[in-house]
């Protein structure tokens, strides 16, 4: 049997443009509208609407499993938004019983717009990971949706999540007093951000110690304070801010050197960026 001659460069062309499309088939087409807390005003609210194109047959879904107060959550995003658009704004109260609710996770995977409330990260996760409500997420993502949270909705963004809890110490604090490795508690979020660190409340609640805490953890992450009312826009790689306060960058730490006596580091070097509403930065 005779097979077909193909030219070498031929075969080369066809592989390449196989693998261009499986790559760009993996690109999320979908944006991210992470807030760092606090009062969100119209301003930000209408920049959130915009990033997230709504047409006329579009949806919004709320989760607001992070929150103590899941109704007051909601609520509080109803009246703000149903001033801003004429867009319908669902409420999904997952729980571990509804989370394998099929018929609720295709209604959150359609929905053109995610918005996930502030309260405990940890807790939200402990709903979502590992879920049906997880993978629609992402689904939805992957096929042009806007994920948006603010506070610890901003948390459960990347994959390796700041719980807020140090290992060293017993006690809460909103931020730490000093700068020690192994420190950070750190657990499993959605994933939809990868090789990065966010924080929020970021200025408002001093929480460089902390940023930087997880940047000596990761290394070879970016890490993202967020203020409050302040968002990052992510668009694939490249992040924007938007909002009236500040988001601070920090990233290539050099030389790190640790004690283990007390846990204490030093880092020779870092870079360190200050960035206000319209600056870009990139991410790996």
Do not use: W
């Amino acid at each position: 049997m005779q097979f077909p001659k193909v030219r070498l460069s031929q075969l080369f062309i066809t592989l390449l443009l196989l693998s261009t499309t499986i790559v760009e088939a993996q690109k999320n087409k979908g944006k991210l509208f992470i807030i760092g807390g606090g009062k969100r005003s119209d301003v930000l609210m209408n920049q959130m609407l915009k990033v997230a194109d709504l047409k006329t047959k579009d949806f919004i879904v709320v989760l607001p499993m992070s929150s103590e107060e899941p109704d007051s959550a909601y609520i509080y995003f109803k009246k703000q938004l149903s001033k801003l658009t004429p867009r319908p704004i669902v409420m999904l109260n997952f729980d571990k019983t509804t989370s394998q609710n099929k018929v609720l996770t295709d209604s959150l995977q359609k929905a053109k717009l995610i918005f996930i409330s502030g309260g405990d990260q940890t807790r939200f996760m402990g709903v979502v990971r590992g879920t049906p409500i997880y993978d629609a997420i992402h689904k939805a993502h992957q096929n042009g949706s806007t994920i948006a949270g603010t506070s610890a909705g901003a948390a459960v963004m990347c994959e390796n999540m700041i719980t807020g809890n140090q290992k060293l110490e017993t006690k809460y604090t909103e931020t730490f007093d000093n700068i020690r490795y192994d420190n950070l508690e750190i657990n499993s979020g959605l994933g939809l951000v990868k090789n990065v660190i966010i924080d929020q409340h970021f200025l408002k609640r001093s929480r460089y110690n902390r940023l930087l805490t997880g940047l000596v953890d990761f290394p070879n992450h970016v890490g993202i304070g967020i203020d409050e009312s302040t968002a990052i826009v992510v668009r694939d790689k490249t992040v924007e801010v938007v909002g009236e306060s500040e988001v601070i960058v920090v990233k290539n730490p050099k030389e790190i050197k640790k004690v283990p006596k007390n846990h204490l580091v030093s880092i020779k070097s870092l870079e360190m960026s200050v960035l206000i509403e319209g600056q870009k930065f990139n991410i790996q």
